[in-house]
Every structure is written in structure tokens, then in C-alpha cells.
């Protein structure tokens, strides 16, 4: 089976290391405004434009009028047409919403294709840079395909897209298991096992509210109001490595333990709308938990059943199957008015979610 996945370092760069970073997301962000610009300009006089004809106007022109653009790698100022062009495929295919305009500092981040650069056990090197120290070694599997740049917070990161050809893995049991995802607990498993997520937003809001407050009441321009600025991004950062520490570890076990998973396909869209909960389901990461599984599992030799968005896990009798239709959020405890099968109100729509595979070949 050939999969492709990214390995994530940080990377341990030196002030004048960063400094060359900074300009080079720079340059990404600069020349993607220019062609999502000029894209809009040709759209509306009626112009078909495309990536590879914007490619080539820049070209002609980023000598004479953008001459700081050649400061950094030539890929910081070439990729930008070609993500440009797979965005405006996915809008006009209707997966993903209009391109727009990136702001400085919002997820900052440059590629680099695999034959312009060089990595070894602990160091990669980048045009026009050189050599850039690694927090941890690279270990060598599979085909690079390229790389990827980033900064969090005021961290830098490289990512290494590789292509790997693996053989799946066998899984401990061969059983299903139904996984019910929500704000009480991160998921209950239909075998009656709940995992109570971290909640990490909830837990430091109250530090992140202090700092926001302190920071409005900072002067703008000033350092003080920088500093504060860089502790608000760390404490974000943290919140974020939290999450994503408890999803990484509830995912792979769920991977090796399970043939399969059975889980909701939830619109996290529409459940944002709602002002009471949004914060709630944020603080889950429950589209995060689903990217993992879907490519966490092929590599287990597990397989991801995502039940119809309408199946009614939370309203039907896991025991008689009974729609119970005067049953509302509020109620956590949910009693069958056919048959009075009591039980968790997450635990039954668990246990439904596992005989979904039998309810739809039946």
C-alpha cells in the first residue's frame, strides 16, 4: 500500500536563521496576494486566468519591481501559483470555500521541493541558507516529496512529506467498536468505556483572559505589548499541543485495538452555530479526531465506517430499536418509552453507531 505522510520536526534555528525565515514566508505571502489579485482582477473583465499564466507574468516582472523576492529560495515566490490554482479547483468543485487575502503572521510557512534541500540525522539544508539544527533526528523511511516551513507561536517547524510503500498491520481484535464523540466526555465507546477529553481551553481560559485584557490596555508599538502578544501565541500553542496530545493517543489506540470504527458523520459546521455550545465542541477538536483516524487506520490494517449524518444514534433503542422521538438534549440518560431499556444517553448512541454496518446490510 503507498501512503504519503508528513514527519514534523522543530527545528532549533539561530537568530539569523529565523530572520531569513521571516522574510521567506514573507515573500509566500506577498506573491500569493499579487496572483489571488490579480486572479480577481482577470475574473471580472471576463479573463480565464490561471495559475501557470500568473507564474509567468511575475516572472517577467519580479526582477524589475519585486528585485527582494531573489533574497530567499525561488520556491517561496513559485509555489504560491500552484496552491493558488488547486484552491480555486477545489472552490469551483464546490470542496472548499474562495481563496482569500493571508494576513502577516497567520499561519506563516514556504515550500521547498525534495531536490532543493538536504537533510541528515539531525540538520537540514536550505537554500541560500544553509545548514538549520533539528530538535530531534530524522529517521530516513520511504521517498521525501518535499518540505514545508512553518512557525507556531515563536516556534519553527519543517515538515517532511514522505511517500512510504507499508504492508498494514494486523489489529489486536477482531471486533467493531462504535465511537460517540461529545462535549461531556471526548468519546464513549459502545463497550461502555469513556474517555474524558482534557479540555484545555477551558482550563487555561481564565490565564489566556487575563493576558488578552492586559494586552488591549498596551500601548500599540510598544515592547511590552509585543512581549505580551508572544505569550498569548505560546499559550495558544499550548492549548493546541494539549488537544492534539489526547486525540493522538485515544486515535492510535483505537487503530491497533479495533477491525473497525464506526463513528458520526458530524456536521461541526452547523454545531459551531450554536453560541452554548461552540466553545464546548472546539475544545473537543472533533474534525481533528476524524482526519487522524483516516490515516492512522490503513496504516493499522483497520478500517473507518462513517454512519449516514442522519442516522439517529442518539434517539434509537440500542436495544429494541425504537426511535424515541421526544427525546432532547438535555436529557443525558436515555429510557426507551417501548421497551424501558434504561441506559447512558453516549453509550447508547455508541452502541448504535457499532450496529450500524449490520442495520445497512440488512
Same mark, same amino acid.
Given at each position: 500500500?503507498?501512503?504519503?505522510?508528513?514527519?514534523?520536526?522543530?527545528?532549533?534555528?539561530?537568530?539569523?536563521?529565523?530572520?531569513?525565515?521571516?522574510?521567506?514566508?514573507?515573500?509566500?505571502?506577498?506573491?500569493?496576494?499579487?496572483?489571488?489579485?490579480?486572479?480577481?482582477?482577470?475574473?471580472?473583465?471576463?479573463?480565464?486566468?490561471?495559475?501557470?499564466?500568473?507564474?509567468?507574468?511575475?516572472?517577467?516582472?519580479?526582477?524589475?519591481?519585486?528585485?527582494?523576492? @531573489?533574497?530567499?529560495?525561488?520556491?517561496?515566490?513559485? =509555489?504560491? #501559483? !500552484?496552491?493558488? &490554482?488547486?484552491?480555486?479547483? $477545489?472552490?469551483? *468543485?464546490?470542496?472548499?470555500?474562495?481563496?482569500?487575502?493571508?494576513?502577516?503572521?497567520?499561519?506563516?510557512?514556504?515550500?521547498?521541493?525534495?531536490?532543493?534541500?538536504?537533510?541528515?540525522?539531525?540538520?537540514?539544508?536550505?537554500?541560500?541558507?544553509?545548514?538549520?539544527?533539528?530538535?530531534?533526528?530524522?529517521?530516513?523511511?520511504?521517498?521525501?516529496?518535499?518540505?514545508?516551513?512553518?512557525?507556531?507561536?515563536?516556534?519553527?517547524?519543517?515538515?517532511?512529506?514522505?511517500?512510504?510503500?507499508?504492508?498494514?498491520?494486523?489489529?489486536?481484535?477482531?471486533?467493531?467498536?462504535?465511537?460517540?464523540?461529545?462535549?461531556?466526555?471526548?468519546?464513549?465507546?459502545?463497550?461502555?468505556?469513556?474517555?474524558?477529553?482534557?479540555?484545555?481551553?477551558?482550563? @487555561?481560559?481564565?490565564?489566556?483572559?487575563?493576558?488578552? =485584557?492586559? #494586552? !488591549?490596555?498596551? &500601548?500599540?508599538?510598544?515592547? $511590552?505589548?509585543? *512581549?505580551?502578544?508572544?505569550?498569548?501565541?505560546?499559550?495558544?500553542?499550548?492549548?493546541?499541543?494539549?488537544?492534539?496530545?489526547?486525540?493522538?493517543?485515544?486515535?492510535?489506540?483505537?487503530?491497533?485495538?479495533?477491525?473497525?470504527?464506526?463513528?458520526?458523520?458530524?456536521?461541526?459546521?452547523?454545531?459551531?452555530?450554536?453560541?452554548?455550545?461552540?466553545?464546548?465542541?472546539?475544545?473537543?477538536?472533533?474534525?481533528?479526531?476524524?482526519?487522524?483516524?483516516?490515516?492512522?487506520?490503513?496504516?493499522?490494517?483497520?478500517?473507518?465506517?462513517?454512519?449516514?449524518?442522519?442516522?439517529?444514534?442518539?434517539?434509537?433503542?440500542?436495544?429494541?430499536?425504537?426511535?424515541?422521538?421526544?427525546?432532547?438534549?438535555?436529557?443525558?440518560?436515555?429510557?426507551?418509552?417501548?421497551?424501558?431499556?434504561?441506559?447512558?444517553?453516549?453509550?447508547?448512541?455508541?452502541?448504535?453507531?457499532?450496529?450500524?454496518?449490520?442495520?445497512?446490510?440488512?
Amino acid at each position: 500500500m503507498i501512503i504519503q505522510l508528513a514527519h514534523k520536526i522543530e527545528l532549533d534555528p539561530t537568530n539569523v536563521q529565523r530572520g531569513y525565515f521571516v522574510r521567506a514566508c514573507g515573500t509566500a505571502r506577498f506573491t500569493w496576494n499579487w496572483a489571488l489579485a490579480e486572479w480577481n482582477r482577470q475574473y471580472e473583465e471576463g479573463l480565464k486566468p490561471s495559475g501557470l499564466a500568473l507564474k509567468k507574468a511575475f516572472n517577467d516582472i519580479k526582477k524589475e519591481e519585486f528585485p527582494w523576492v @531573489l533574497d530567499v529560495l525561488r520556491d517561496a515566490n513559485s =509555489q504560491p #501559483f !500552484s496552491n493558488l &490554482q488547486t484552491a480555486f479547483n $477545489n472552490f469551483f *468543485k464546490g470542496t472548499a470555500e474562495r481563496p482569500h487575502f493571508k494576513k502577516k503572521r497567520i499561519r506563516d510557512s514556504f515550500y521547498i521541493a525534495n531536490d532543493k534541500f538536504k537533510i541528515e540525522e539531525d540538520r537540514i539544508r536550505i537554500p541560500k541558507l544553509g545548514w538549520v539544527r533539528l530538535k530531534e533526528s530524522f529517521c530516513h523511511f520511504g521517498k521525501i516529496m518535499n518540505a514545508t516551513v512553518s512557525r507556531a507561536a515563536d516556534k519553527w517547524f519543517v515538515s517532511i512529506g514522505v511517500k512510504m510503500d507499508i504492508t498494514p498491520a494486523a489489529c489486536e481484535d477482531q471486533v467493531v467498536v462504535g465511537v460517540d464523540l461529545g462535549v461531556k466526555n471526548l468519546a464513549t465507546l459502545s463497550n461502555g468505556e469513556m474517555i474524558e477529553g482534557p479540555k484545555p481551553y477551558r482550563k @487555561l481560559q481564565k490565564k489566556l483572559r487575563r493576558l488578552q =485584557q492586559s #494586552f !488591549s490596555r498596551k &500601548q500599540r508599538g510598544s515592547k $511590552n505589548r509585543d *512581549k505580551l502578544k508572544r505569550k498569548i501565541s505560546r499559550l495558544h500553542y499550548r492549548i493546541s499541543c494539549i488537544r492534539h496530545d489526547a486525540l493522538h493517543k485515544l486515535t492510535s489506540r483505537l487503530a491497533r485495538k479495533f477491525s473497525v470504527i464506526v463513528i458520526e458523520d458530524l456536521n461541526v459546521g452547523g454545531m459551531l452555530k450554536n453560541g452554548k455550545l461552540a466553545k464546548a465542541i472546539s475544545d473537543m477538536g472533533f474534525h481533528e479526531f476524524r482526519r487522524q483516524l483516516n490515516y492512522k487506520t490503513p496504516i493499522a490494517g483497520t478500517h473507518v465506517i462513517v454512519a449516514d449524518q442522519w442516522f439517529p444514534s442518539s434517539k434509537r433503542c440500542s436495544d429494541c430499536g425504537e426511535i424515541h422521538r421526544e427525546l432532547t438534549l438535555s436529557d443525558r440518560t436515555f429510557v426507551c418509552p417501548t421497551c424501558g431499556f434504561e441506559l447512558d444517553r453516549d453509550e447508547n448512541a455508541a452502541r448504535n453507531l457499532e450496529q450500524y454496518p449490520v442495520l445497512m446490510a440488512a
